[in-house]
């Protein structure tokens, strides 16, 4: 059964409550936070400080996407600030192993992000230490961008190397989801669809 998330990027920021609640009666499993700090992506959002007041507001999972450099020395504040799963860029920072470790440690789950530009050979070495990949079907820092066709043949080798590794690792696709490229991303093997502009408008 596939799984969908909410990204709040796109939301009306002066109102995220009613928000929530929409992403609540419409089944979602959980909300998507694209945390920017303006270096790793040029555009900034969401502080720990909103995460953690949200995160009084509702019973729903929180994916905190760290689109930042470093994130490392960040990961004790966003776990503070309720976070239930975090995700990194492994080329934002040189201690990817030792954060993926350091959350598993921690009892929260571990998320790699891939992005357009890198291929899925580069990532392989972390998914002994994953409990997700975010598959990036556009480029990270904004919304409302043009589904990445070749995203879908990512989708798929990574599917395969997980089954072939016999891992429990599941693949999210963040970027584009929509009516029109939800059904192909899940023929491909995604397990969670992030959603964003698609259900905001």
């Not at 998330?5 to 936070?33: P, T, W």
């Not at 970027?175 to 029109?180: A, Q």
Request: charged fraction near 25%; aromatic fraction near 8%; proline fraction near 4%.
């Amino acid at each position: 059964m596939v799984e969908k998330y909410a990204s709040l990027l796109s939301a009306d920021a002066s109102d995220y409550r009613s928000v929530i609640k929409k992403a609540e009666a419409m089944g979602f499993k959980g909300l998507h936070f694209d945390v920017m700090d303006g270096h790793f992506v040029k555009n900034f959002a969401f502080s720990p400080q909103i995460i953690k007041s949200l995160r009084k507001t509702t019973s729903l999972a929180f994916n905190v996407h760290l689109e930042i450099l470093n994130p490392g020395e960040y990961l004790d504040t966003f776990i503070d600030a309720g976070a239930d799963i975090i995700t990194i860029h492994p080329e934002a920072t040189r201690t990817a192993k030792r954060d993926l470790k350091y959350l598993r440690a921690k009892n929260i789950e571990g998320s790699i992000a891939l992005d357009p530009e890198i291929e899925v050979k580069a990532i392989l070495k972390y998914l002994p230490l994953v409990d997700n990949v975010i598959v990036m079907s556009v480029y990270p820092g904004f919304g409302e961008q043009k589904f990445i066709p070749h995203t879908l043949e990512k989708i798929g080798y990574l599917k395969e190397e997980i089954n072939r590794k016999k891992m429990k690792i599941t693949i999210s696709v963040d970027g584009s989801i929509n009516e029109k490229t939800s059904g192909p991303v899940m023929e491909r093997g995604a397990d969670i669809l992030i959603f964003g502009s698609s259900i905001f408008k």
